[in-house]
């Protein structure tokens, strides 16, 4: 997954949570999900799609001037919403779509996160988009090449 992607998801992201009202002083964490294959077949690219959202996690929670001009680096946090922190709750599909489909119900429901990330396999992001869809909660895919996936007029879906 592309940095540029990560921040777009923030993005929406944070969209969703001035249009909702929910950030508030308290909440110093932006949660989002991140629905790959971490086992299974195609592990090995849910395993780098991982390292890719964590290292973009370090250079926004951690401030990295260094980095120059490269969007989020500067700064410790999210500043637009009083330097909170981003946190990804990670969950694996198996490879599975009926597995992706329970995760991504489990990361909306249980796990409280504002917007989901996903899924590497068109038949998994399918499915785990739908749910999102449902629930109203932004979903980036950066990697899934299925035309279906945009083409079914989802709101909350961005490919």
């Known amino acids: 997954m592309r940095f540029k992607h990560f921040l777009g998801l923030l993005a929406a992201a944070a969209m969703a949570l001035a249009l909702a009202g929910t950030a508030s002083a308290q909440d110093k964490t932006v949660k989002i999900g991140a629905i790959y294959p971490l086992s299974g077949n195609a592990a090995s690219a849910g395993v780098h799609g991982k390292a890719a959202i964590e290292t973009a996690i370090d250079i926004i929670n951690t401030a990295h001037p260094e980095l120059g001009n490269l969007p989020l680096a500067k700064n410790a946090g999210l500043a637009g919403l009083g330097g909170a922190k981003v946190e990804a709750i990670f969950a694996d599909n198996q490879g599975s779509p ?62």
């Not at 489909?101 to 499915?127: C, D, F, H, P």
């Open 98 to 159: 009926a597995v992706g489909q329970n995760q991504a119900l489990r990361l909306i429901t249980e796990e409280k996160v504002i917007a989901l990330n996903g899924a590497y396999q068109s038949g998994i992001t399918l499915t785990t988009s739908a749910i999102s869809e449902k629930y109203g909660i932004p979903y980036l895919n950066g990697e899934s090449v299925a035309a279906s996936l945009t083409e079914r007029g989802f709101k909350w879906f961005s490919g």
